[in-house]
């Protein structure tokens, strides 16, 4: 839609506007079109002026310039600013040329002799239409040059007399140039680009924005002493785990400091610009490969529609919520008990969302009587239920709670929404339910037993999506991590074998909701995690990418698991079976659900227990009620 917009014909209001508002642009390209069309008539009569020809120009001009003006304008050639004319610009231009060209000639080979001295010579036509585009786009290219050389000085105003710092870009792709683009073209960037980095042996020795392709990753080393290379720029759009984490071995061996450019989705949705170069990060060695969605489903799941998200503030549920407003949802209802964080990520979407409708609700998914107010004010289309205790030690030392908040609040926002006649219910589940060592691993998979029994009590279809670890979020390991080196070590790490899988947020996310339009029913849908990442290496690597050495500037201790801790977390439990969907990395655990009065029993026994505070007795009864689990009691 916005390329559409971009090159469409402007009303006469607007060409009016831009008349009053750009006088010197418009001298500028007017005395171009005259310049032009005098060139023109000066070389087809080689200089050679005579009376009558001389008479002919001075008729023609006005017509002429008159009508290479008008094409302009109505090719939107205006729209544009000056200083940022690129290469996308240009079709505007040669549209503009050729319809000035066209209705030149019909009005050569159209009119009668009795018009003599308004037919123009073929050859000046030919010639004066080349000239005067190349004249009116030369003065753009020329108003962004001295643009971009005012930035330049600028720039080295303020860095004082500062000297800039010498850099490689690995990567001469798309990204790539974008970035070499932005980074000549920008001042206060304090960084001089001595070439590119490329593995492409045909792009070896070629020239890209008049910044040479230097040689491959295998030359680095060589290079950045050459160079004297300050440090190095990743500058590859979606480059693989096993890509950066070459690169970064490569650049600590030398050693260099390696550098990184956000990914090229990022860039061409406006999230960010290509400049925010920035430090390799954990996130973006254990990345991997973009989630490809089928987005017509998703948008058919939730455009138009009244969405709640509950735990809106958390990690999970704040990124749900990102994701939701990209399809055009009617009402996105923000359901969160922290104040702050609610607000937050309510300012956040109002900001790069400002025409979403946006409701944000503070609310306590306990309190039944709040959540059914709001399901009947609403009437959400859909509920994506990210609220939840999921903290493992803590829930230790606090049963009752994890059972009151995972399991209970569950059920009771389960039978509300059947009640309100959602259409989907989409639980955001764990791989801690499988095989639970801990009371938060049990009652999210108690609660996934719980929206089973829900299915087929009312129309709204009711699924569980379990997924492992997420980078980033709230109380995981990359963080605390972080404020440990930061602070100088140790970093500390509960046992040398323990493994996690682990995937970004966005991608959790992003498949969460995947799921969520293609179930019917009853799911459990498994996301495909990867591979488990072994916990020692990630902090041998977050000590690295932040300029410090294992053992020798920041010590690593283990401080051994902790209760309800397990060395390495599964994907599915005894008696699930995996079956594929129609997307790859999502599946379908087959689970044998409980019976109805079975869970109602239990439901009873587990509120019972964790309201009157009896911790011993609720781990034995969650070891007897889910045979697989192991909670120490």
Not at 284 to 306: H, N, P, Y
Not at 374 to 400: D, I, T
Request: glycine letters at 10%.
């Amino acid at each position: 839609m916005t390329e559409k917009r971009r090159y469409s014909t402007p009303r006469l209001s607007v060409i009016w506007r831009r008349l009053l508002n750009r006088p010197v642009q418009f001298g500028l390209d007017i005395a171009a079109l005259v310049a032009a069309f005098s060139m023109a008539y000066a070389l087809r009569f080689e200089f050679q002026l005579g009376e009558m020809i001389r008479h002919g120009w001075l008729v023609q001009t006005p017509l002429v310039v008159l009508l290479e003006f008008a094409a302009l304008l109505m090719a939107g050639v205006y729209s544009f600013i000056w200083r940022y004319i690129g290469l996308a610009e240009l079709t505007a231009f040669l549209r503009a040329a050729f319809w000035s060209g066209l209705a030149l000639l019909v009005l050569r080979l159209g009119l009668p002799d009795a018009y003599q001295q308004w037919r123009i010579p073929l050859s000046v036509i030919l010639i004066d239409t080349a000239f005067a585009f190349v004249a009116v786009l030369g003065l753009r290219v020329l108003r962004r040059a001295l643009y971009e050389h005012y930035e330049r000085g600028l720039s080295q105003d303020r860095r004082g007399g500062r000297p800039l710092k010498p850099v490689l870009l690995v990567g001469a792709g798309r990204a790539g140039v974008l970035a070499a683009r932005e980074i000549s073209g920008r001042g206060g960037m304090d960084l001089d680009i001595r070439g590119f980095v490329d593995d492409d042996e045909h792009k070896i020795g070629t020239v890209i924005l008049g910044f040479k392709v230097l040689g491959g990753t295998r030359d680095l080393p060589r290079l950045v002493r050459e160079h004297s290379v300050d440090h190095v720029v990743i500058t590859i759009a979606r480059a693989s785990r096993q890509d950066l984490r070459r690169i970064v071995d490569i650049c600590e061996g030398i050693p260099v400091k390696a550098r990184i450019i956000p990914g090229l989705f990022e860039i061409l949705s406006g999230s960010v610009e290509v400049s925010r170069i920035r430090d390799v990060e954990i996130e973006d060695l254990l990345g991997r490969e973009a989630v490809q969605l089928d987005e017509d489903v998703i948008r058919g799941f939730l455009a138009g529609k009244t969405v709640m998200v509950t735990g809106a503030g958390g990690s999970i549920g704040s990124e749900l919520a990102r994701q939701v407003v990209r399809f055009e949802v009617g009402t996105l209802l923000l359901v969160e008990r922290a104040e702050f964080a609610l607000f937050a990520i309510d300012r956040e979407l109002r900001e790069r969302w400002p025409t979403a409708r946006i409701v944000a609700c503070v609310a306590d998914i306990c309190d039944a009587g709040r959540m059914r107010a709001l399901l009947v004010e609403h009437r959400p289309g859909v509920v994506l239920h990210a609220a939840a205790h999921k903290h493992v030690p803590l829930m230790e030392s606090n049963p009752g709670e994890a059972v009151k908040n995972n399991i209970l609040a569950t059920r009771t926002l389960g039978e509300l929404s059947g009640e309100a006649g959602v259409e989907a219910f989409v639980q955001i589940s764990t791989d801690k339910a499988v095989r639970p060592a801990s009371l938060m691993g049990a009652s999210k998979r108690v609660a996934e037993l719980v929206l089973q029994d829900l299915e087929g009590v009312s129309r709204t279809r009711f699924v569980s999506v379990r997924f492992g670890n997420v980078l980033g979020s709230a109380g995981s390991v990359v963080p605390i991590f972080r404020e440990q080196i930061l602070a100088g070590g140790p970093v500390t790490v509960t046992h040398p074998d323990m493994v996690r899988y682990f995937m970004t947020i966005p991608e959790a996310t992003q498949l969460v909701l995947q799921a969520g339009a293609m179930g019917e029913g009853g799911e459990i849908f498994i996301l495909d995690m990867g591979e488990p990442v072994r916990i020692l290496d990630m902090a041998k690597d977050m000590i690295g990418l932040m300029g410090r050495k294992p053992y020798e500037d920041i010590d690593i201790v283990f401080t051994g698991t902790r209760p309800g801790e397990k060395l390495f977390e599964e994907l599915q439990t005894v008696g699930e079976h995996i079956a594929k969907t129609r997307h790859p990395k999502i599946f379908i655990g087959r689970v044998s659900s409980y019976g109805r009065e079975q869970i109602q029993a239990g439901l009873t026994r587990l509120r019972e227990l964790a309201v009157d505070g009896k911790e011993a007795e609720l781990r034995r009864f969650l070891n007897e009620f889910l045979p697989e689990a192991r909670l120490s009691e």
